[in-house]
């Protein structure tokens, strides 16, 4: 059926179009742009990584930082059979044991679905995945979005709720302990969705976690009011508490108010009986460290989602430490906003594996994934239209190194491709006028496939992009290989000996002359 909803969607929406934000039916103004990191923030990527762009003539083989798995080091209990992944996951319960906690940045403009219409027709469909939509309100950029959650087929009763359901379920199993949800309004359509996802969160999991995370860049509040709406949330059982009793309140961009105004929005709290645990995450968060010292316990950075700007990360995490405090570290997949005309390079899953490793050897204690489903940045590790489960299957890898201390094993042979559906420089065609630049400090633009191999044992990987031939020998454990992006699609398959152990096609073709300009990478898995 699922299969069906897809087609119907292309069908919909025609061949090669981009797709485009969204509040619901409710007019809320996106969040504000990420900045990039200071500028005195070393930027050279320390982790040995595929180059970019791979010399044509030769294609070197470069593989991630991380070892390939000891099987000897890897507890045999207390894993559970995934068949869509390279390896089994360990039980719920054993990561939950973990004290390395991991979180998805929940965004609430953006559920399964608005409208609970079939997909081909639905709100996304017409409004959000198209230049002409909402009377064209988005057509200088081409549409608002250019993914869109997967798809669900309408249903009765609350929907909403279950379609929450649905998507606590898919974070939980995934090995994802809770969602730091986003508080963009005191009222209204997003602030009802909060309330709905900590209901969803109790009837399907009650030991998954919601932290509270009032948005600083668009709420304009007093301490006081603040603290009271917080105190009503608060009151659901799935609002996250340290092991003392603290609520967990975790403000993005806390430094939009000073430790004043939140020690009086703590001191409000207690008036309610409420201890406090505050998580503050801040765009700069060199410059607020010290002050905010003294009200908080855990610190985070919204971070950025270039693989070229990530040697920060180790003194961010020393700094938090040093001041007694435990540090959440974001791990991103990418960021592309087409109303914003901004978009930084993440290099396939360069950026991806980048921050998962620096959280696993730099010494994060928490990790918060940004985001979980923040279409209007392209930010989404949700499972979605053009990636199908492909970053959250590979995010569960390292979550499992993050949560156990030990890198799984691989039983499965898997085979990820990632890459980009038009050229970096392809958009000189384009009817809309605002067009997507690199972020000032990101990365370098890139042209590339990549092939993501996690390998029981070695093997021949045979690839053509588009009508160009590719073959190479792979190692067992996870391996990448960079190869120039053509016109077409992208095929692929792992042989042992004469046996045939994977394949995956890409389903979007990569073209030359296009209609809205997408400079997201989208992804594909060979089990999925």
């Known amino acids: 059926m699922i299969g069906a ?16 934000l969204a509040g619901g039916r409710e007019a809320t103004a996106p969040r504000a742009a990420r900045p990039s990191p200071a500028a005195t923030e070393p930027t050279p990527d320390r982790e040995t ?6 010399p044509p003539s030769a294609e070197p083989s470069r593989g991630p930082t991380e070892p390939a798995p000891d099987p000897e080091l890897t507890p045999a209990p207390s894993r559970r059979p995934s068949p869509a992944l390279p390896f089994d996951l360990p039980a719920t319960e054993v990561l939950r044991g973990s004290p390395h906690l991991v979180f998805a940045h929940y965004f609430p403009p953006y559920p399964l679905s608005l409208d609970n219409e079939p997909a081909a027709r639905d709100y996304y469909a017409r409004n959000y995945l198209t230049p002409h939509g909402e009377k064209g309100k988005h057509s200088a950029y ?64 009650p030991g998954f976690r919601i932290v509270l995370m009032p948005d600083m860049a668009s709420l304009d509040t007093d301490p006081r009011t603040l ?55 801040f765009l700069d968060f060199r410059a607020n460290a010290e002050r905010f010292a003294p009200i908080s316990e855990v610190f985070s950075s919204w971070g950025n989602r270039s693989h070229t700007q990530q040697d920060g990360v180790p003194e961010d995490i020393r700094l938090a430490h040093s001041l007694g405090k435990k540090w959440m570290q ?29 959280a696993i050897s730099d010494g994060a204690d928490w990790v918060q994934l940004t985001t979980w489903n923040d279409y209007s940045e392209g930010s989404q590790f949700a499972p979605s239209l053009h990636n199908g489960h492909t970053y959250l299957d590979i995010s569960s890898y390292y979550l499992t190194r993050f949560k156990t201390g030990t890198w799984p094993r691989i039983v499965r042979d898997t085979l990820y491709v990632t890459s980009r559906v038009q050229f970096t420089s392809a958009a000189g065609s384009v009817p809309h006028r605002l067009l997507m630049r690199p972020r000032p400090g990101t990365a370098p633009a890139s042209d590339q496939v990549e092939l993501l191999t996690f390998l029981t044992a070695p093997a021949t990987v045979s690839a053509r992009v588009g009508t160009v031939p590719h073959v190479y020998a792979a190692p067992a454990g996870p391996y990448v290989r960079a190869l120039p992006l053509g016109p077409g699609r992208t095929e692929a398959v792992v042989r042992r000996g004469a046996d045939t152990v994977s394949t995956v096609s890409t389903r979007y073709p990569v073209r030359s002359t296009i209609g809205v300009q997408d400079l997201q990478y989208y992804g594909v898995s060979s089990r999925r």
């Open 49 to 54: 990584l595929p180059s970019p762009v791979p």
């Open 5 to 20: 909803l897809l087609g119907l969607l292309l069908i919909c929406l025609g061949a090669g179009a981009g797709v485009g």
């Open 330 to 358: 974001a791990v991103s997949v990418q960021d592309a906003r087409p109303n914003q005309g901004v978009y930084d390079e993440a290099g396939n899953t360069t950026t991806l594996r980048s921050t998962w490793n620096h």
């Open 227 to 281: 603290a009271d709406q917080l105190a009503v949330l608060a009151a659901s059982p799935s609002a996250y508490r340290l092991a003392d009793g603290r609520l967990v309140v975790s403000p993005f961009k806390a430094e939009a108010q000073d430790p004043a105004w939140w020690s009086q929005v703590i001191a409000r709290l207690g008036e309610h009986g409420i201890g406090t645990a505050l998580v503050p995450v």
């Open 142 to 205: 081409g549409g608002l979005l250019r993914d869109r959650p997967l798809p669900v087929q309408p249903s009765g009763g609350d929907w909403q709720l279950g379609n929450l359901e649905r998507e606590v379920r898919t974070a939980r199993d995934a090995g994802i302990d809770g969602f730091t949800v986003d508080i963009l309004s005191l009222s209204g359509t997003n602030r009802e969705r909060v309330e709905l996802l900590l209901r969803a969160a109790q009837r399907v999991d």
